[in-house]
């Protein structure tokens, strides 16, 4: 079984940061792709930001130039530097990977267990 542990969320001003951290454990194999979603209250999951193993990242549009996603590859981690924080940031925050395990034959999609972020005056 694969496990993903987040951590970082929490209640902040407008304006101000945050960094959300996950690191996957399990008998992992390899991994495909490494991201981060949110759903705030009323709203459907989606897309925050996403690497891919080759390295290249994908944005939501009201994120873009605010958000930094990274790896680190030797610890099955990522991360997610928050800057600029706006009350419509305000959400759970999930961290997902897609890998293959060493008794898989394919990949397939894990989550978090979700983050709180509240950017809140």
């Known amino acids: 079984q694969v496990q993903l542990v987040e951590s970082g969320g929490g209640l902040v001003q407008p304006g101000e940061s945050l960094r959300l951290s996950c690191a996957a454990s399990g008998s992992i194999f390899s991994i495909n792709a490494m991201g981060w979603y949110r759903q705030a209250p009323g709203k459907q999951r989606e897309l925050v930001a996403n690497i891919i193993s080759s390295g290249s990242t994908n944005y939501a549009d009201s994120v873009k130039g605010r958000f930094t996603i990274s790896r680190d590859n030797a610890k099955n981690a990522v991360y997610l530097q928050m800057n600029s924080l706006k009350p419509e940031d305000t959400a759970v925050y999930y961290c997902?990977?897609?890998?293959?395990?060493?008794?898989?034959?394919?990949?397939?999609?894990?989550w978090g267990q979700g983050t709180q972020v509240t950017v809140s005056s």
């Open positions: 997902s990977i897609v890998c293959k395990r060493q008794s898989d034959t394919g990949y397939y999609r894990y």
